[in-house]
């Protein structure tokens, strides 16, 4: 396909190995790379925006591989990807990309993800946009994803990517000859066990640390996208699990029980 004008952003900052691999992967594939990320880890921070302090932003073309052009940002993924459209960029890129997220990114828990976040903020913006994260913390080869990341780009870009998808790719920390093949999957709804611990630090002191472990997300049936497997099912299979989201959280389901008010 013809050269790509492509932004890249993520959360785990400018000095991640996923987000270099996934800048050098596109690079290689004749694309122009523009990288605009936080200047250092804001994992967790959702779709927040800096709005009672200066944002600021440097070159860190050096951290790259050559020909990509790269910044590291003071704000959010979601601020990085504003100033990347509005300051740093000449032209509107043809593509978005977020990661490679250290880290699984399913679920309910995508409302919490900066990595998902960036990539959300440029749906709204009206550009395509794809997520991607390796489902674990330890996992480190990082190139299988990168291509994987960019052959699903490239291929919803010529086949007339719709308005308003933002695209959600897990892919599971084995090699490629242990997984089963991509799929299409939803979103599961995450939830966790012991969120808190409580702690006292060295004056005695009681302080509280986010924690837990995730309960196991339950398949559900029927028709349509209702019955195609949850992305933590399919990681769970060894699987990479593509989810499609759209920005509109608008609620469709039945509300002819609840109290009747003026409409």
């Not at 800096?50 to 601020?79: M, V």
Request: negative net charge; aromatic residues 8%; charged residues 20%.
């Amino acid at each position: 396909m013809n050269p790509l004008r492509i932004l890249i952003s993520n959360d785990d900052g400018v000095f991640a190995e996923g987000i270099r691999s996934l800048a050098a992967t596109a690079a290689k594939r004749g694309h122009e790379v523009t990288v605009v990320c936080p200047d250092q880890e804001r994992s967790a921070t959702g779709h927040g925006l800096t709005l009672q302090a200066p944002i600021r932003a440097e070159r860190a073309d050096e951290l790259f591989a050559k020909g990509i052009t790269a910044w590291g940002c003071s704000g959010t993924p979601a601020d990085c990807i504003k100033l990347a459209l509005f300051e740093l960029m000449q032209g509107r890129p043809d593509l978005v990309l977020s990661g490679i997220n250290h880290g699984p990114n399913l679920g309910t828990d995508v409302f919490c993800s900066g990595t998902v976040a960036a990539a959300l903020e440029a749906t709204l913006e009206g550009l395509p946009s794809l997520a991607v994260s390796i489902a674990s913390f330890q996992w480190k080869d990082f190139q299988y994803a990168g291509d994987l990341a960019m052959d699903i780009a490239e291929g919803a870009l010529q086949n007339q990517w719709p308005q308003g998808l933002l695209l959600n790719l897990n892919i599971p920390p084995c090699v490629p000859q242990d997984m089963t093949p991509v799929r299409w999957t939803r979103l599961s709804v995450r939830h966790y066990e012991e969120q808190f611990s409580r702690r006292l630090d060295p004056r005695g002191n009681t302080y509280f640390w986010l924690a837990g472990e995730a309960v196991k997300d339950l398949e559900s049936s029927g028709d349509g996208p209702s019955n195609w497997p949850s992305d933590v099912a399919q990681i769970e299979k060894k699987g990479p699990s593509l989810t499609p989201i759209q920005p509109d959280l608008f609620w469709r389901g039945d509300i002819s029980n609840l109290p009747k008010i003026q409409s």
